[in-house]
C-alpha cells in the first residue's frame, strides 16, 4: 500500500505513554497545519515549531511529510469513519439494512474533519496525486471493498440479481452522496441539512433496490 514503508519507522519509534501523547500532539498539530494551510504549504519545521521542539525530534517519530500526512489520515478515520466499521448483518432484510448504512455513510462523510481531509485531498490531487492514493487506500477503498463484500453475499443468497459487487457498492454509494453531500463538499448552506440527508437516503434506496434487488 502507497506509503505504508515510509510509516512504518513513526509507528515504531516513541513507545511509551511519553512517546504517545508526543506523537499525538504533533499530529493535531499537522492536522491544523494541514487544513489551514494545504499540503504543499506546510513545513515539517513548521509542525516542529507549532508543537515545540527540534525537527530532528518530529522525524523521529515520522520520517517524511507523507507519513505524518499519513498519520493524519488514519488518526481521522479512526475517530470518524463509523462506515468502516458498520455492522454488515446477512440476515437483515436489505431496504432496512441499505438505509442504515446510508446513514452511517453519510454521517461519516458530512463529519467535519471528513469533510475537511475530501476537500484538502481535492485541492492537492494535481500537484500531489499521490496523497489522493494514500488517501483513496486507507478510506474509501476500505468501505467499499466491505460493502462489495456484502452485495457479494447477497447476490449469492438470491437477494440481489447478479453482477458486479463491486460496481453495486459503488453505485449506492454514489446514490448517497448525490444531493446534500455535493452541497457540503463546496461548503454551501444546507437549509434543514438533516431532512435532506433522510430524503437523499431515501431515494437512493429507492433507486439502488430497482437497479439491483430481486423480489
Not at 6 to 13: C, H, P, V
Not at 156 to 174: I, K, S, T
Not at 191 to 203: L, T
Request: aromatic share 10%; glycine share 8%.
Amino acid at each position: 500500500m502507497v506509503g505504508d514503508r515510509l510509516i512504518t519507522r513513526a509507528f515504531q519509534d516513541g513507545d511509551g505513554a511519553h512517546g504517545a501523547k508526543r506523537r499525538r500532539q504533533i499530529i493535531i498539530a499537522a492536522t491544523e497545519a494541514f487544513f489551514a494551510n494545504g499540503y504543499g504549504s506546510t513545513t515539517m519545521t513548521s509542525i516542529a515549531s507549532k508543537v515545540g521542539g527540534s525537527k530532528t525530534t518530529l522525524w523521529s517519530y515520522f520520517p517524511s511529510k507523507e507519513a505524518l500526512f499519513a498519520a493524519v489520515i488514519d488518526d481521522i478515520i479512526e475517530t470518524r469513519g463509523e462506515a468502516l466499521s458498520v455492522d454488515l448483518p446477512d440476515d437483515e432484510e436489505l431496504r432496512p439494512f441499505l438505509a442504515r448504512f446510508g446513514a452511517v455513510l453519510m454521517a461519516t462523510l458530512l463529519s467535519e474533519p471528513i469533510l475537511n481531509l475530501h476537500r484538502l485531498v481535492i485541492g492537492e490531487a494535481r500537484r500531489f496525486p499521490h496523497l489522493a492514493e494514500l488517501f483513496y487506500e486507507r478510506g474509501p477503498r476500505r468501505g467499499k471493498a466491505r460493502l462489495a463484500d456484502y452485495f457479494a453475499r447477497a447476490m449469492h443468497q438470491g437477494r440481489l440479481r447478479q453482477g458486479d459487487p463491486a460496481v453495486a457498492a459503488q453505485q449506492f454509494a454514489a446514490l448517497c452522496q448525490a444531493g446534500t453531500y455535493q452541497f457540503a463538499i463546496m461548503n454551501l448552506p444546507i437549509p434543514d441539512r438533516e431532512a435532506q440527508v433522510a430524503a437523499d437516503i431515501e431515494y437512493a434506496v429507492e433507486a439502488f433496490t430497482r437497479g439491483w434487488a430481486l423480489g
